[in-house]
Every structure is written in C-alpha cells, then in structure tokens.
C-alpha cells in the first residue's frame, strides 16, 4: 500500500532519460522519468491510456500529431494506440501513470 521514493532504483534508459518505476500493483503504474535538456522521448504508440505530469522543467510534446510546449505543473492525457513522444526543452521531470500497468517495464 506504500511505495516510498527512496526505494525506487532509476534504470539509465540512455540518451540523457532516466526511469523509475514508483508504484505497480493490480491495473495501475507510476513511473518517474528523469529528462537532461535536448532529450528526446521517441515517438511511439502502446496500448495503455496514459496520464503525465510534469513535475519539472519544460516538454515539447507531440499527441497525435498536435505539438504543444508544457511546463512545470501541466498534465497531458495519451489514448491508447495514439503516438506521442517529447523533447525536453529544459531538464525536467515526468510522473507518468498508466493503466493496465506496462508489463514491458517490469522485465
């Protein structure tokens, strides 16, 4: 029932992104992601709806091919099947919460 941040062990994804997994259990995944400035979060699709707030910094974020920049506070909603990807304009930080959880994440 709790998950505490001093136990969440961030993976080096490269490229200047980092990702924790915070939270898993029954339908629902927080993943903290860590952004150095010029990052890029590729485009790309998955079959969970997704919900990101941005703990940190500023994105350029491309949903379904409408290009917004958001900043510290914004949240972004992501269908499922729909692309998107980001850079990072700023370092920054992401609280990404899906639903059902990304098996992907956990291997």
């Known amino acids: 029932m709790f998950c505490f941040k001093q136990d ?3 993976e080096d994804l490269g490229n200047g992104v980092k990702r924790a997994i915070l939270a898993s259990q029954g339908s ?3 993943v903290e992601n860590h952004f150095e400035k010029g ?7 998955h079959p969970h709806e997704q919900l990101t707030y941005v703990l940190k910094g500023s994105f350029e974020f491309t949903i379904d091919g409408v290009t917004h920049i958001v ?3 914004d949240t972004l909603y992501k269908k499922p099947n729909v692309i998107h990807g980001c850079k990072c304009l700023e ?3 992401l609280l990404d919460i899906f639903t059902p959880i990304r098996e ?3 291997k």
Do not use: N, R, V
């Open 8 to 10: 969440a062990k961030f």
């Open 28 to 30: 629902l995944m927080a």
């Open 39 to 45: 990052a890029i979060g590729a485009l790309h699709s």
């Open 71 to 73: 900043k510290t506070g």
């Open 91 to 93: 370092e920054g930080g």
């Open 104 to 106: 992907d994440f956990l």
